[in-house]
């Protein structure tokens, strides 16, 4: 509660660092805001010309929506990934970024992570809504569930926020932990139901059985992977027009409630040397 009223009494320096990046992101640059989409749209043609006519992964259709388009399925995971991916990113290294301002304004500090992810989210905000009309001209009836993939994407972007705190405070000690983030980032993707649906992970794991002599499945160490969930419940929702499963949605929720406890946690036992890390 403390942090909550911490950062509603600064709104006023969250909202104008928020749409300070808003608008330096794009800033004299002709398509504007349009350049949001460019990096997601690329990878969707990449990956549908790659993975659906050259290895011919197939993706089910939307049960029931019924909408069997791969590059759709393809978006409904890379626009959740990429708005986690630039939240933690930008999250990580707001300090950095903002040394100047720590070093010569006195604010709680705790709203310049806050306001990159804000802006982070803003600009993904057209992500979202090129991927609904794309849904509604296939022919899927998204419009209803729109409400409950918002409340996942703000989930979502809570579990991003504990994992940037605690990294904001990492990147001050070790400068390294910029670039090993773009290396797990790497490993993370692949290891996420983004490009491949869930069902092949499933089908090699009851091909493998149990491992080491153990109740445990190759299935049990996929799903350990917080993003397995989140994306599962978007497709859900989006893709399949239906409920999402009730253990996928509880995971969300433990997920974002867990990274965020433990991401305030570190921020707040070094909150008061940023001005000397820095």
């Known amino acids: 509660m ?17 749409f300070r990046d808003i608008r330096g992101q794009y800033r004299s640059t002709l398509l504007g805001q349009l350049w949001s989409l460019a990096n997601p749209l690329t990878q969707m043609l990449v990956y549908t010309f790659v993975f659906s ?36 990113t930008t999250g990580m290294s707001s300090l950095v970024t903002n040394a100047n301002l720590i070093n010569k304004v006195y604010f709680p500090r705790l709203v310049i992570p806050f306001a990159a992810i804000v802006a982070t989210a803003y ?28 409340l996942l994407v703000i989930t979502l972007l809570v579990f991003a926020t504990g994992i940037a705190l605690a990294l904001s405070i990492a990147n001050l000690y070790f400068r390294d932990t910029q670039y090993l983030l773009g290396v797990v980032f790497q490993v993370w993707m692949w290891m996420s139901p983004i490009i491949y649906p869930i069902t092949l992970v499933e089908e090699r794991s009851v091909a493998v059985g149990p491992l080491w002599g153990t109740n445990i499945t190759l299935l049990d160490i996929y799903s350990v992977n917080p993003l397995v969930h989140f994306i599962t419940v978007f497709r859900e929702l989006m893709y399949d027009n239906r409920l999402p499963n009730l253990p996928d949605s509880l995971a969300c929720i433990a997920w974002a409630i867990a990274a965020l406890a433990i991401g305030l946690f570190v921020f707040r036992r070094h909150e008061k040397r940023l001005a000397e890390l820095l």
């Open 53 to 88: 006519f050259v290895f011919r992964v197939q993706s089910a259709p939307g049960d029931p929506s019924g909408v069997d388009v791969y590059a759709l399925y393809l978006l409904c995971g890379l626009i959740p990934w990429s708005l986690f991916q630039s939240a933690v």
């Open 123 to 150: 600009n993904s905000g057209f992500e979202f809504l090129v991927l609904t009309v794309a849904l509604l001209v296939a022919g899927s009836f998204v419009l209803p569930w729109l409400p409950l993939a918002l």
């Open 2 to 18: 403390s942090t909550l009223r911490e950062l509603i009494s600064a709104r006023y320096v969250l909202s104008a660092l928020a």
